[in-house]
């Protein structure tokens, strides 16, 4: 039992180092919460640094529809960057379909390999030699001193340059996330009212239904209030006629002269809106579905 | 008259299949005819690229006439080899196939024997020629692999029931894929 357990804890403990990734298991944070496009799963990358990244690659997809995934690991399958970013292109489409602007950068520390992948749609915007120039010049010296941080910071921002300069790329313009947050406190408006609505009607019709001769024709021929302030509370005493059969009846009901009807929906409208424009924030992302053709640099240091 | 009119139907039925299944077919073999349009396009920017690197080369080691003449041979010999994307029969595909490859060997060499230039491996213009062509060899791979692709599924819906006998009656051939590059088939082989 005992040599059971050795080998299972040398097991996981081995699974737990190796740290190799593949395609399907290199987790993309990006799925979870939109403003995270960075996976630093063996924390290679400080927080500080990621931070940063992510403020950057966040402006860059809404200034120019650039979408981008950077991948900080240890190992990957087979050591081979960019097949991994193709393989990884593949999976899951990065990069908005119309304008195939999806955008990959790899650094395995282990494989010592890095490639930027550039989808189909960027490659007039960093032409292969621009990326080769931009790892040469940005990325190497930092690298071969294991400044993993700065590698990656000056490579972003090199990259940052690059897209900003190209106005043929658009970014989200449409719908960002204040416009959802919006339309959702909208919506919640709308479906308030509708309730609101559909009970005062419902409550109409009760009000006219005859007991007498079972049909919707009671109508309201006199009515006059009383008010009791002490309670604060004003009673209506409404008369009923059936309009069919001459059945009359009369209906007491109460309302509180301190509050409206409106409050209700005033209340259900701000609390759907917060609900949508609070959960805007931390809603995942998706991947547009671009393509990639191959275009980039790869370079070992 | 109730013959005259099942058999109405029948022909109506046949057609509405037919006209769907037709272009289906149209759209895979025009899929097809795409995908080899960038294969070539990819092929041809290796081709742009050659004159360039060349000349970069011969900057710093103009004494390997050798190696460099055999890419420009190379090169000047694939351009002669064109295909009519209509009608890729396996054997133009293999004459296509080949004439590509010695460029592709012959740059192989090159880019090796520069590697013993340390000038060279170090100028700048180099280095980013040589990411280029590294890209480029790239997307041929990715085109190649995405053409495959293309006729396999058209392959597959052709000979598929019943659009076989819409295929026969409209001439929709079987199309050629790459094969596979004659050193890819060899595993390499590790020696101590």
């Given at each position: 039992m005992r040599k059971i357990l050795f080998i299972i804890t040398v097991f996981m403990t081995a699974v737990a180092y190796a740290a190799t990734y593949t395609v399907d298991n290199l987790p993309i944070p990006y799925l979870q919460d939109k403003t995270q496009y960075v996976s630093n799963p063996d924390n290679i990358l400080s927080q500080v640094a990621v931070d940063s990244l992510n403020l950057w690659l966040g402006q860059m997809e809404k200034a120019h529809g650039v979408q981008t995934v950077l991948a900080v690991v240890e190992r990957i399958q087979g050591g081979e960057t960019y097949d991994f970013c193709m393989a990884l292109g593949r999976k899951y489409g990065i990069g908005r379909k119309e304008q195939n602007s999806g955008l990959i950068i790899l650094l395995s520390t282990g494989d010592r390999a890095y490639t930027i992948l550039t989808g189909r749609g960027l490659e007039g915007t960093l032409p292969d030699a621009i990326c080769k120039r931009i790892e040469n010049h940005q990325m190497l010296p930092a690298l071969r001193e294991g400044d993993w941080d700065t590698a990656m910071l000056n490579a972003v921002r090199a990259i940052t340059k690059y897209v900003d300069g190209d106005d043929s790329l658009v970014g989200d313009t449409d719908f960002d996330e204040d416009t959802g947050a919006l339309i959702g406190f909208l919506l919640c408006m709308l479906l308030g009212l509708g309730i609101?609505?559909?009970?005062?009607?419902?409550?109409?019709?009760k009000k006219s239904y005859c007991p007498s001769c079972k049909q919707?024709?009671?109508?309201?021929?006199?009515?006059?209030?009383?008010?009791?302030?002490?309670?604060?509370?004003?009673?209506?005493?409404?008369t009923y006629r059936c309009s069919h059969c001459y059945f009359t009846k009369e209906l007491h009901?109460?309302?509180?002269?301190?509050?409206?009807?409106?409050?209700?929906?005033?209340t259900g409208g701000a609390l759907g809106g917060s609900f949508f424009g609070g959960g805007g924030r931390s809603f995942g992302g998706s991947f547009g579905g671009g393509s990639f053709g191959g275009g980039g640099a790869s370079g070992h240091f | 008259m109730k013959t005259l009119k099942s058999l109405l139907l029948a022909v109506m039925a046949t057609m509405a299949l037919t006209s769907c299944t037709y272009n289906t077919l149209v759209e895979q073999e025009e899929g097809v005819t795409r995908a080899w349009a960038d294969v070539e396009a990819q092929y041809q920017r290796r081709a742009d690229l050659i004159p360039n690197l060349v000349n970069t080369v011969k900057g710093y080691a103009a004494h390997e006439k050798e190696a460099l003449e055999a890419v420009v041979n190379a090169r000047s010999r694939a351009t002669q080899v064109t295909i009519d994307p209509s009608n890729i029969t396996?054997?133009?595909l293999q004459e296509y196939q080949a004439a590509q490859g010695e460029i592709t060997q012959a740059l192989g060499r090159l880019i090796a024997i520069s590697e013993s230039y340390p000038d060279l491996k170090a100028n700048e213009q180099f280095s980013e020629l040589q990411?280029?062509?590294?890209?480029?060899?790239?997307?041929?791979?990715?085109?190649?692999?995405?053409?495959?692709?293309a006729v396999n599924t058209y392959n597959v819906a052709v000979r598929r029931f019943p659009n076989i006998i819409w295929a026969w009656i409209f001439k929709f051939d079987k199309k050629t894929p790459f094969a596979a590059e004659a050193g890819a088939q060899k595993a390499p082989t590790v020696e101590f």
């Amino acid at each position: 039992m005992r040599k059971i357990l050795f080998i299972i804890t040398v097991f996981m403990t081995a699974v737990a180092y190796a740290a190799t990734y593949t395609v399907d298991n290199l987790p993309i944070p990006y799925l979870q919460d939109k403003t995270q496009y960075v996976s630093n799963p063996d924390n290679i990358l400080s927080q500080v640094a990621v931070d940063s990244l992510n403020l950057w690659l966040g402006q860059m997809e809404k200034a120019h529809g650039v979408q981008t995934v950077l991948a900080v690991v240890e190992r990957i399958q087979g050591g081979e960057t960019y097949d991994f970013c193709m393989a990884l292109g593949r999976k899951y489409g990065i990069g908005r379909k119309e304008q195939n602007s999806g955008l990959i950068i790899l650094l395995s520390t282990g494989d010592r390999a890095y490639t930027i992948l550039t989808g189909r749609g960027l490659e007039g915007t960093l032409p292969d030699a621009i990326c080769k120039r931009i790892e040469n010049h940005q990325m190497l010296p930092a690298l071969r001193e294991g400044d993993w941080d700065t590698a990656m910071l000056n490579a972003v921002r090199a990259i940052t340059k690059y897209v900003d300069g190209d106005d043929s790329l658009v970014g989200d313009t449409d719908f960002d996330e204040d416009t959802g947050a919006l339309i959702g406190f909208l919506l919640c408006m709308l479906l308030g009212l509708g309730i609101i609505g559909f009970a005062i009607w419902y409550d109409e019709r009760k009000k006219s239904y005859c007991p007498s001769c079972k049909q919707y024709k009671m109508k309201k021929i006199s009515s006059y209030t009383t008010k009791n302030k002490r309670l604060g509370i004003r009673t209506h005493h409404d008369t009923y006629r059936c309009s069919h059969c001459y059945f009359t009846k009369e209906l007491h009901w109460d309302e509180n002269i301190n509050s409206g009807h409106m409050g209700g929906a005033a209340t259900g409208g701000a609390l759907g809106g917060s609900f949508f424009g609070g959960g805007g924030r931390s809603f995942g992302g998706s991947f547009g579905g671009g393509s990639f053709g191959g275009g980039g640099a790869s370079g070992h240091f | 008259m109730k013959t005259l009119k099942s058999l109405l139907l029948a022909v109506m039925a046949t057609m509405a299949l037919t006209s769907c299944t037709y272009n289906t077919l149209v759209e895979q073999e025009e899929g097809v005819t795409r995908a080899w349009a960038d294969v070539e396009a990819q092929y041809q920017r290796r081709a742009d690229l050659i004159p360039n690197l060349v000349n970069t080369v011969k900057g710093y080691a103009a004494h390997e006439k050798e190696a460099l003449e055999a890419v420009v041979n190379a090169r000047s010999r694939a351009t002669q080899v064109t295909i009519d994307p209509s009608n890729i029969t396996p054997e133009k595909l293999q004459e296509y196939q080949a004439a590509q490859g010695e460029i592709t060997q012959a740059l192989g060499r090159l880019i090796a024997i520069s590697e013993s230039y340390p000038d060279l491996k170090a100028n700048e213009q180099f280095s980013e020629l040589q990411a280029q062509l590294e890209g480029t060899e790239n997307r041929i791979a990715e085109s190649r692999r995405l053409y495959n692709e293309a006729v396999n599924t058209y392959n597959v819906a052709v000979r598929r029931f019943p659009n076989i006998i819409w295929a026969w009656i409209f001439k929709f051939d079987k199309k050629t894929p790459f094969a596979a590059e004659a050193g890819a088939q060899k595993a390499p082989t590790v020696e101590f």
